[in-house]
Each structure stands twice: as structure tokens, then as C-alpha cells.
């Protein structure tokens, strides 16, 4: 039966390869360089746009958007603005922007982001172009048919290639199933590449969407067949390009060169990709994404060296190709230098703090997985090994084994807290708590657009090793002022270290607090291993990093002072209300034993911890268990 599977498979991508090679395939218009967003107001004018509609993120609407909006208003070009695009955007949110572009009479787009405000805008304009097509009539291939409204591409991130493809991802809400819109139509007529506009992202952003970018050049060059000659030497091009400035623009954030060549890489992957396809790698990408809420990228950099490895010998001659021109292995057998290739990409992947493989991937869950990776990838993609259940499943369980090789989690830097008596660190492992906060904070959430704070190890491991850091400004502080209130009051004192106040404070503005003793930035204190992880749930929204890293750079200090205000006070209230007097002559008390017996100081700490934790309990606020997984 597979047999016949496989037949039929080949079958279809070779008529519909030669479909395609009868299709007009354009590229873009690309603007590039430092400062070329100016240019935007006059590629505006080229296309006809009288009036556009912006679409956009909440964070990006404030950090990057007034860049734009001044070039806007000093050509006179009027425009409207959509700034609620959620990571993998909805149905929803398609619908919203629809709405309002016919409603205030905008006759084109500009995408400002990553690759979510790019799919939602290229969903809106689809649905403006077809008005009694639903986005589920639309999704497959070539059924959107119609000419949509001038779409111009600006991309802020360099990994998704969406300023170049043909495809918009969109998500429905209901099943959180991910379907894709493919179309020729769908194209946008410039992608403005501005490196000034990348210049923000944090390291691990730039490595996520980096290795995205060399997921579309891979799996694009190792296509079975749809490949052509233009394709081939773009996917060759994006793969010497990433491998050359990738590390660089990760090590050295503000190197304009290397960041401009990381989105030119990422453009060619793009339209590498749109001609040739992707294959298995997103194909089960896709499945954790939905399942999980796994980071696109992130999900793509895990399971790329996996699949190849899969793949073996089918890949090696051009996998063999690939490694010279990276410049990995330029002599040997096609199968050594393959195979040196693909521990290249394990090697960048660690070097850039990038796990081996994922834990968080359920038993039950993996009959689903099989069924939606084989359904998005045959007979779609040209893949060069065509998977059955069997196929599928194997890797799924090589993607679990390996997280087990993952890397030691490092402090980072912080301090660690640990004691010398064990029993105090199993104590604080199991002290690890995270709460979703009440409805003050919620709101506060909804009003930065930060609804979906990530639900990663990475980000729980990162909470802790800064409540650590956050203790012992508090010990500090308190010791020499003499303060009257417990230390667990001043847990949350706010952090001036360079890049880490911003993450803190969009977590604390997002009402998600992680509480814990003795832990490093890098990941859980002993014991902690074996936290419950459980699939996203219908209300939960996870940004992607692009998305949740632009909106801490520019609020993070803000959202800290505020929460900061409002703990302040609470804390004030319970310690008021909580035995205030006790509590101060134990206090008075510890401070001499914490001297003679730190560990007993410690222990006390992690009791207030633990009183904190069911305080809030008693308060109504609901435990919120993990469903993602270690991203650094």
C-alpha cells in the first residue's frame, strides 16, 4: 500500500511541477539597505495606494511604527492603522482587517513585522480581492485567483522569507488547526529590507529566525523535483550567506552588514522555497506549532538536522554540495561531507543556545502529529524521502530522545543561591510555582498587547534566575536599611541590569510570575525536572519570539515599574493584615541566626516563598502549567 502511496505521490508533483513551470513566477521589487523605509511614501505612489491600511503588531505600532508614520505624513499620504496582529493570526483578526480596510477606503497594504502581520495581511487582501470566499474556501492552492490589493513587505525580522512568498499561514480559533493560502496573487510587489529595523532583536531571535532561513534553503534545495536553476542558486546563495553572517549577527547585534545579509539571505530562502516547497521538517514544525504553541523557528532549527540525518543517503549528494559551498568540508565522499554538514548545524545550534531535541512532546499526542505532518506534507511537498506512519513516528521519538543531549543550562551570569544542605535545594525546586495573575494584571495585559507572554522553559528558567537576582538586591537592602518588612517583600525589586528589566517587566505586565530559590538564568534548580507540561489550551495566545522580543525591548522598564507599584502595595496590605508584629520580631531574630547559620536564613526564605504562593492561591489566582520547552 505504501508503495502505491508513493506512486500516486510522485505522481501528482511531477504534473504539477509541470503546472507550475507554465505559471508566471515573479519576485518582489526589493528596496535595501540602512534608512530605505523612507523610501515606502514613494513605492506607495508607484502602485497606485491613495490611502493605506498599516498592519501591523502592538509592539511594533509603538517601537518601529513612528519611523514609518513620519514618512507617511510628510509625503501627504493618508493611511490607517491595524496594530492587533496576534502570533499565528487568526480567522479573527483577518476579518477585523478586512472590515476596516473597506470601511475607511484604503486601496492597498504595507506588512510591518515578522511573518505574522505579513500572513494576515496577505489573508486580509485575499478576502478583500474574493468577498464571498471564506479563508478555509481559500486554502490550498491557486484558489484565490483574483488580483488583490497592492501588498508592500516590510519586513523586521530575517527568517520567515514571507516578504517573498506566495503563502499566508493562517490559524483557525476554534481547532487551532494551521492551514496555508497559496497563491501566485498573493505575492507582494516590494519588500522594503531595512537592517536599521532588525538592529533590536535579541540574540535568540536572531538565531531562531536565522535557522528558519536555513530550514527554507535546505529543504528547498533538496527538493525531489519543482526545483529550477534560479531556485537552485538562491537556496545556494541563502545557505553561504547564513552560514557567514548568522553567528556574527547573533554575536554582534548592531553589525548593520551582517544583518542586512542575514535578510537578503532570508528573502532568497523565501523565494527559493515558494518555487521549490519545504518538506518534512515543517511539515511536523507545523504540528507543534498548533499543538504546542512551539515557536516556528525555533521548532525548524530542533527538527532540521534530525530529518536530514533521516533522510541519509537520499540527501548526501546535495547536502555534500551545500557543505562546500559553507565552506564546512570541501574534500572527502559525498556522504562524509553530508554528514559534516548536518554536525555543523548541531554545532551552530548549540553554539547559539538551541536545544538538541524536545521533552514536552506528549505520548498521545503523537498519533495526531503523525496524521497532521503526513496530511500537510503528502503529496503537497517534493520531498526527498516520502514518510509513512512508521517514518513519521521514528523521529518523533528521535526529537524526544534528544532532548536528553540537550546542554547543561547556564547561570548566565546570575548569582546562584544554592546552600550546602540538600534538603534546602530539593525545598526550593519544589517551591517553582508560576501563576497567572488576576484581573487587574490581565487588564494591564490587554492594554500593552501582551496577552500571549511565551510559556517556554527557557522563559520560567530566565523568571527564576531573576527573582534569584532579585533576592539578593532584596538581602542587600534590607540588611543595610534595616527595613521593617520580610525579605520575601522585596522579591520583586526592580532590576537595572542592562537587557533584563525589559524581559522581566513585560512577563510581570503580562500577570505571570515565577517564583523559586537557588536557580540560575539557564534553567530549573534539581528536581524541577519533572514539572507538568500539557498542549496550549483554546484561550491560551503565545507570541512568537519575533514578536514578544520587539515588545519587550521598547515597554520592558515600563511594565516593571508598573507591576512593581502594585506588588509594592499588595505586599504593604497582606504584611498589614498578616500578623505584622510577628512577623517583625522574627524578623529581628533571623537576621542574627541568618549570620551564625546561613542555611537556616535560607530555608526561611523559601518558607515565605511558599506562604507568597498560597496566598495567592487562597486569592483565586489559577496555577497555569507549562506547554512549551527549553529556548534559550
Given at each position: 500500500?505504501?508503495?502505491?502511496?508513493?506512486?500516486?505521490?510522485?505522481?501528482?508533483?511531477?504534473?504539477?511541477?509541470?503546472?507550475?513551470?507554465?505559471?508566471?513566477?515573479?519576485?518582489?521589487?526589493?528596496?535595501?539597505?540602512?534608512?530605505?523605509?523612507k523610501?515606502?511614501?514613494?513605492?506607495?505612489?508607484?502602485?497606485?495606494?491613495?490611502?493605506?491600511?498599516?498592519?501591523?503588531?502592538?509592539?511594533?505600532?509603538?517601537?518601529?511604527?513612528?519611523?514609518?508614520?513620519?514618512?507617511?505624513?510628510?509625503?501627504?499620504?493618508?493611511?490607517?492603522?491595524?496594530?492587533?496582529?496576534?502570533?499565528?493570526?487568526?480567522v479573527?483578526?483577518?476579518?477585523?482587517?478586512?472590515?476596516?480596510?473597506?470601511?475607511?477606503?484604503?486601496?492597498?497594504?504595507?506588512?510591518?513585522?515578522?511573518?505574522?502581520?505579513?500572513?494576515?495581511?496577505?489573508?486580509?487582501?485575499?478576502?478583500?480581492?474574493?468577498p464571498?470566499?471564506?479563508?478555509n474556501?481559500?486554502?490550498?492552492?491557486?484558489?484565490?485567483?483574483k488580483?488583490?490589493?497592492?501588498?508592500?513587505?516590510?519586513?523586521?525580522?530575517?527568517?520567515?522569507?514571507?516578504?517573498?512568498?506566495?503563502?499566508?499561514?493562517?490559524?483557525?480559533?476554534?481547532?487551532?488547526?494551521?492551514?496555508?493560502?497559496?497563491?501566485?496573487?498573493?505575492?507582494?510587489?516590494?519588500?522594503?529590507?531595512?537592517?536599521?529595523?532588525?538592529?533590536?532583536?535579541?540574540?535568540?531571535?536572531?538565531?531562531?529566525?536565522?535557522?528558519?532561513?536555513?530550514?527554507?534553503?535546505?529543504?528547498?534545495?533538496?527538493?525531489?523535483t519543482?526545483?529550477?536553476?534560479?531556485?537552485?542558486?538562491?537556496?545556494?546563495?541563502?545557505?553561504?550567506?547564513?552560514f557567514?553572517?548568522?553567528?556574527?549577527?547573533?554575536?554582534?547585534?548592531?553589525?548593520?552588514?551582517?544583518?542586512?545579509?542575514?535578510?537578503?539571505?532570508?528573502?532568497?530562502?523565501?523565494?527559493?522555497?515558494?518555487?521549490?516547497?519545504?518538506?518534512?521538517?515543517?511539515?511536523?514544525?507545523?504540528?507543534?506549532?498548533?499543538?504546542?504553541?512551539?515557536?516556528?523557528?525555533?521548532?525548524?532549527?530542533?527538527?532540521?538536522?534530525?530529518?536530514?540525518?533521516?533522510?541519509?543517503?537520499?540527501?548526501?549528494?546535495?547536502?555534500?554540495?551545500?557543505?562546500?559551498?559553507?565552506?564546512?568540508?570541501t574534500?572527502?565522499?559525498?556522504?562524509?561531507?553530508?554528514?559534516?554538514?548536518?554536525?555543523?548545524?548541531?554545532?551552530?545550534?548549540?553554539?547559539?543556545?538551541?536545544?538538541?531535541?524536545?521533552?514536552?512532546?506528549?505520548?498521545?499526542?503523537?498519533?495526531?502529529?503523525?496524521e497532521?505532518?503526513?496530511?500537510?506534507?503528502?503529496?503537497?511537498?517534493?520531498?526527498?524521502?516520502?514518510?509513512?506512519?512508521?517514518?513519521?513516528?521514528?523521529?518523533?521519538?528521535?526529537?524526544?530522545?534528544?532532548?536528553?543531549?540537550?546542554?547543561?543550562?547556564?547561570?548566565?551570569?546570575?548569582?546562584?543561591?544554592?546552600?550546602?544542605?540538600?534538603?534546602?535545594q530539593?525545598?526550593?525546586?519544589?517551591?517553582?510555582?508560576?501563576?497567572?495573575?488576576?484581573?487587574a494584571?490581565?487588564?494591564?495585559?490587554?492594554?500593552?498587547?501582551?496577552?500571549?507572554?511565551?510559556?517556554?522553559?527557557?522563559?520560567?528558567?530566565?523568571?527564576?534566575?531573576?527573582?534569584?537576582?532579585?533576592?539578593?538586591?532584596?538581602?542587600?537592602?534590607?540588611?543595610?536599611?534595616?527595613?521593617?518588612?520580610?525579605?520575601?517583600?522585596g522579591?520583586?525589586?526592580?532590576e537595572?541590569?542592562?537587557?533584563?528589566?525589559?524581559?522581566?517587566?513585560?512577563h510581570?505586565?503580562?500577570?505571570?510570575?515565577?517564583?523559586?530559590?537557588g536557580?540560575?538564568?539557564?534553567?530549573?534548580?534539581?528536581?524541577?525536572?519533572?514539572?507538568?507540561?500539557?498542549?496550549?489550551?483554546?484561550?491560551?495566545?503565545?507570541?512568537?519570539?519575533?514578536?514578544?522580543?520587539?515588545?519587550?525591548?521598547?515597554?520592558?522598564?515600563?511594565?516593571?515599574?508598573?507591576?512593581?507599584?502594585?506588588?509594592?502595595?499588595?505586599?504593604?496590605?497582606?504584611?498589614?493584615?498578616?500578623?505584622?508584629?510577628?512577623?517583625?520580631?522574627?524578623q529581628?531574630?533571623?537576621?542574627?541566626?541568618?549570620?551564625?547559620?546561613?542555611?537556616?536564613?535560607?530555608?526561611?526564605?523559601?518558607?515565605?516563598?511558599?506562604?507568597?504562593?498560597?496566598?495567592?492561591?487562597?486569592?483565586?489566582?489559577?496555577?497555569?502549567?507549562?506547554?512549551s520547552?527549553?529556548?534559550?
Amino acid at each position: 500500500m505504501d508503495g502505491l502511496k508513493k506512486a500516486y505521490y510522485r505522481t501528482y508533483q511531477q504534473v504539477f511541477d509541470i503546472g507550475m513551470r507554465c505559471l508566471h513566477w515573479r519576485k518582489p521589487i526589493v528596496l535595501s539597505g540602512a534608512g530605505c523605509l523612507k523610501q515606502v511614501p514613494d513605492v506607495l505612489g508607484k502602485c497606485g495606494v491613495e490611502k493605506v491600511m498599516v498592519v501591523t503588531g502592538s509592539h511594533v505600532v509603538k517601537s518601529l511604527g513612528p519611523k514609518l508614520f513620519a514618512a507617511l505624513e510628510e509625503a501627504g499620504m493618508p493611511y490607517e492603522v491595524f496594530s492587533e496582529v496576534e502570533a499565528n493570526p487568526s480567522v479573527t483578526t483577518v476579518e477585523k482587517i478586512r472590515a476596516q480596510y473597506v470601511e475607511t477606503g484604503c486601496s492597498g497594504f504595507v506588512a510591518l513585522g515578522g511573518g505574522s502581520p505579513m500572513d494576515a495581511t496577505k489573508g486580509a487582501a485575499a478576502r478583500v480581492a474574493c468577498p464571498k470566499k471564506s479563508c478555509n474556501d481559500m486554502a490550498g492552492v491557486m484558489r484565490v485567483g483574483k488580483t488583490v490589493p497592492p501588498i508592500v513587505a516590510i519586513p523586521t525580522t530575517s527568517g520567515t522569507g514571507s516578504e517573498t512568498t506566495i503563502a499566508a499561514v493562517i490559524t483557525d480559533s476554534e481547532t487551532h488547526h494551521k492551514y496555508a493560502l497559496m497563491d501566485l496573487k498573493l505575492m507582494p510587489l516590494y519588500a522594503i529590507l531595512d537592517p536599521e529595523l532588525t538592529v533590536g532583536l535579541p540574540p535568540r531571535t536572531t538565531a531562531t529566525t536565522g535557522m528558519d532561513a536555513l530550514t527554507h534553503a535546505i529543504e528547498a534545495y533538496i527538493s525531489w523535483t519543482y526545483n529550477t536553476k534560479e531556485s537552485l542558486r538562491l537556496a545556494e546563495e541563502a545557505v553561504k550567506l547564513i552560514f557567514d553572517n548568522l553567528e556574527v549577527a547573533y554575536a554582534h547585534g548592531d553589525d548593520l552588514k551582517a544583518r542586512e545579509n542575514m535578510m537578503i539571505a532570508a528573502f532568497k530562502a523565501g523565494f527559493a522555497f515558494s518555487r521549490a516547497g519545504v518538506g518534512n521538517v515543517h511539515a511536523i514544525a507545523h504540528t507543534l506549532g498548533g499543538l504546542y504553541n512551539t515557536p516556528h523557528g525555533l521548532a525548524n532549527a530542533v527538527i532540521l538536522p534530525i530529518v536530514l540525518e533521516d533522510y541519509g543517503e537520499a540527501v548526501y549528494p546535495k547536502l555534500a554540495r551545500l557543505s562546500e559551498i559553507a565552506g564546512v568540508k570541501t574534500e572527502g565522499t559525498d556522504a562524509e561531507k553530508a554528514q559534516a554538514f548536518i554536525a555543523e548545524i548541531y554545532a551552530m545550534n548549540k553554539r547559539m543556545g538551541i536545544p538538541k531535541g524536545f521533552d514536552f512532546i506528549q505520548e498521545e499526542d503523537i498519533p495526531q502529529i503523525i496524521e497532521w505532518a503526513l496530511a500537510e506534507a503528502n503529496p503537497n511537498y517534493p520531498v526527498p524521502v516520502v514518510y509513512n506512519a512508521a517514518r513519521c513516528r521514528k523521529v518523533i521519538d528521535d526529537i524526544r530522545a534528544k532532548a536528553a543531549e540537550n546542554p547543561p543550562a547556564d547561570s548566565g551570569g546570575l548569582p546562584i543561591f544554592f546552600a550546602a544542605d540538600a534538603a534546602v535545594q530539593d525545598k526550593a525546586a519544589k517551591a517553582v510555582v508560576r501563576v497567572r495573575g488576576h484581573n487587574a494584571v490581565n487588564e494591564q495585559r490587554d492594554r500593552v498587547g501582551d496577552r500571549g507572554c511565551d510559556q517556554t522553559d527557557d522563559h520560567r528558567a530566565e523568571h527564576v534566575g531573576r527573582v534569584v537576582r532579585h533576592e539578593v538586591v532584596a538581602r542587600k537592602t534590607h540588611h543595610r536599611h534595616k527595613q521593617k518588612r520580610p525579605v520575601a517583600r522585596g522579591l520583586f525589586a526592580r532590576e537595572h541590569e542592562r537587557g533584563r528589566a525589559g524581559h522581566c517587566g513585560r512577563h510581570m505586565a503580562g500577570g505571570e510570575g515565577v517564583f523559586a530559590l537557588g536557580v540560575g538564568a539557564g534553567g530549573l534548580p534539581p528536581g524541577a525536572e519533572g514539572l507538568d507540561r500539557q498542549r496550549a489550551r483554546p484561550g491560551d495566545e503565545v507570541l512568537e519570539p519575533e514578536v514578544r522580543d520587539e515588545r519587550t525591548a521598547a515597554h520592558g522598564t515600563e511594565h516593571a515599574d508598573a507591576h512593581l507599584a502594585r506588588l509594592g502595595k499588595e505586599h504593604q496590605r497582606d504584611a498589614e493584615r498578616e500578623e505584622e508584629e510577628t512577623l517583625l520580631t522574627q524578623q529581628r531574630d533571623d537576621v542574627a541566626q541568618r549570620r551564625e547559620n546561613p542555611a537556616r536564613g535560607l530555608g526561611k526564605f523559601v518558607q515565605c516563598l511558599q506562604n507568597g504562593v498560597v496566598i495567592a492561591r487562597k486569592r483565586g489566582v489559577e496555577p497555569l502549567r507549562d506547554c512549551s520547552q527549553f529556548h534559550k
